[in-house]
Nanobody
């Protein structure tokens, strides 16, 4: 898969929106899909959303972000996005994208993923 790179994080106020991007250093993704996770200080890394394009295109979301976050893929640009709306202070975390390297497990599980990006910080102030 190669190195994944996230971008688009930053400091925003509650209620604002951000769009995170994930790229495979400009190359085509060679995975079954891309997932987004986040990790807040002192907490475990948690699944947020995934887009799986093997066998069609499907998206999956954690209950905590359903209706606020949207994952999408721009095929021509080889980019995967995570649109985040109505951000809350509890959304503050480092956000990671990861390459789905197996379809033998639910895409919400970390071990279903191979390459990970370095993360991008999202801070939401109240």
């Amino acid at each position: 898969q190669g190195q994944l790179v996230e971008s688009g994080g930053g400091l925003v106020q509650a209620g604002d929106s951000l769009r995170l991007s994930c790229t495979a250093s400009g190359r085509s993704f060679s995975s079954y899909g891309i997932g987004w996770f986040r990790q807040a200080p002192g907490k475990e890394r948690e699944f947020l959303a995934a887009i799986v394009w093997s066998g069609g295109s499907s998206t999956y979301y954690a209950d905590s972000v359903t209706g606020r976050f949207t994952v999408s893929k721009h095929n021509a640009w080889n980019m995967v996005y995570l649109q985040m709306n109505s951000l809350k202070p509890e959304d503050t975390a480092v956000y990671y994208c990861a390459a789905l390297h197996t379809q033998a497990a639910p895409c919400s599980l970390m071990w279903a993923y191979g390459s990970w990006g370095q993360g991008t910080q999202v801070t939401v102030s109240s």
